[in-house]
């Protein structure tokens, strides 16, 4: 089996006994259904947290995990600002405009910057800047609308992580996080949805209330 020259992955978190959490055992029947995007941002907050000492979490963490009873409760001061509804949480801006608001309402200032990547990028771009974020030890928040490849049929119209790459001569990989899991996909495939309706990737950069600027 071939070696890969290039290969970073991102520390992370467990949920009792997940990698993450499973939107699947939220018993908010909204956020079982449409929480991916409030999810992305608390896995967010939780791991620059813990490992980019960020505090994006509004609570104290004894450890590198933290119970489901705290994340759910750490969900329920997100949800108000990525609220599940009926078309979703469908673009970038919705994202990025909600998980600001969470700054400035919760933390009392923007400790985390973000701009969008919208998925008409082309591929060599998006991969450059995947790989520039998780270098810098950023996750990358990443939105999947419509896609033609059935293998990503459980990504379709959803949010989630990408926390890693992996490139062996002319294939690259990304570790996506969901569902309490996480599974390597070839960026390439999972980029090019075959749809004219995408989502994108959103980045990160660290930053303070006096530095921001909206859409920089």
Known sequence: ?????????????????????????????????????????????????????????????????????????????????????????????IYMDGFLDYQKAVLGEVRLRMRGLPGSTAEKQAKTALREQIDNGFPVPCLTLRHQDEQFEDYVWHWFLLTGYQQYREQFFVKAVSYGEWKWFDFGALWNTGHEERGGLVLFSQGHKTEWKENS
Not at 20 to 41: I, R
Not at 63 to 68: D, I, L, N
């Open 1 to 93: 089996m071939a070696e890969f020259a290039d290969k970073i992955e991102l520390p992370y978190f467990m949920v009792d006994g997940d990698y993450g959490f499973d939107q699947d055992k939220f018993l908010d029947p909204w956020m079982k259904l449409g929480g991916c995007g409030a999810v992305t941002a608390c896995d967010s907050c939780i791991t620059l947290t813990l490992h980019k000492g960020l505090r994006l979490y509004p609570y104290g963490l004894s450890g590198p995990s933290v119970t489901k009873a705290e994340y759910v409760r750490f969900a329920k001061v997100m949800k108000p600002f990525l609220r599940p509804r009926h078309m979703g949480i469908n673009t970038l801006e």
